[in-house]
């Protein structure tokens, strides 16, 4: 029983595959980032199988896939923790990040509670908000990467310095969709008309993560103030849903945070359920 850790995405897949095919919703967020990811961690048990994985995809940040308890007090105590003393950050199930907090016994502070949701039967919003999704051209990306930015302030986390690129790879690979309204219809979007790919005014956005072991997650669904209230953010979220699942996802996933009611209502209505929480915590003291 122990962990084991590589640089190499290739050995981390051949040696925890079988799992990320098993569970590719509870290892979502960990798929996305495999290939970028600093460092990558994956528990055996006494059976020698596979029952935790990990990637550290930013120095002191360590996102958790699929972590049993037994294999998160083990790493809280690991010599090869990764990160300076241990990661500053952990994400993942609530349950798994919790034991892991607990067992280093060091003070952490919750500072991010999200669910995790997979749809079923996609159910469109009835009546349909005003406007229509299109596909995101590079028109768009300075609008999309300012509302990528507000996104993840809303959501309570500390926002980076460079969204441009991550949006210009999601407009490039189809993967963003803009929701719009006719300039005539006045919903408060940003950015004004006669955009390229479209002549309306884009009011709200949602992109679609690529497949990997048939998931896609929507992500970045964000309406501007001015323009919530009006379905926008429904519109789009279904488009995207759409989308990913014609891209080939067997499960489309996505993530709301816990806090916002408005938002878990309106996935469940979407044909969204729950999979399992998810935790982001924060060391507040060495």
């Known amino acids: ?99 892991f907090a607990q067992a280093t016994g060091r003070p952490w502070m919750p500072t991010v509670r999200m669910r995790l949701f997979r749809l079923g039967t996609l159910t469109p919003p009835d009546p349909a908000p005003a406007g229509r999704a299109r596909v995101g051209t590079t028109a768009d990306v300075p609008l999309a990467a300012a509302w990528a930015r507000e996104f993840v302030r809303d959501i309570g986390e500390e926002p980076g310095t460079d969204y441009i690129g991550p949006v210009t790879e999601r407009i490039s690979d189809g993967r963003l969709l803009i929701w719009e309204e006719d300039d005539s219809e006045g919903g408060g979007g940003e950015g004004g008309g006669d955009r390229e790919g479209g002549g309306g005014r884009p009011v709200s956005m949602a992109c679609f993560s690529p497949v990997t072991e048939g998931q896609s997650r929507v992500h970045f669904v964000y309406t501007p103030p001015a323009a919530r209230g009006r379905g926008y953010a429904a519109g789009v979220a279904a488009a995207a849903s759409r989308a990913a699942r014609e891209a080939g996802a067997a499960q489309v996933l996505l993530f709301t945070d816990l806090d916002n009611p408005t938002s878990n209502a309106l996935y469940r209505r979407l044909g969204y359920r729950p999979v399992t929480d998810h935790l982001t915590a924060e060391v507040t003291g060495r």
Not at 22 to 33: H, Q
Not at 70 to 83: F, H, K, N, T, V
């Open 1 to 99: 029983m122990t962990w084991h850790f590589t640089e190499d995405p290739a050995v981390f897949r051949a040696a925890a595959g079988a799992l990320l095919s098993a569970e590719p919703a509870r290892n979502t967020g960990l798929l996305t980032l495999v290939d970028t990811a600093g460092r990558l961690g994956w528990w055996t048990g006494p059976d020698g199988r596979v029952t935790g994985v990990l990637v550290v995809a930013a120095p002191g940040e360590t996102t958790f896939g699929t972590v049993t308890p037994e294999a998160a007090r083990a790493l809280a105590s690991s010599p090869d923790l990764p990160g300076n003393g241990g990661p500053a950050v952990v994400r993942g199930e609530a349950a798994a990040v919790e034991v």
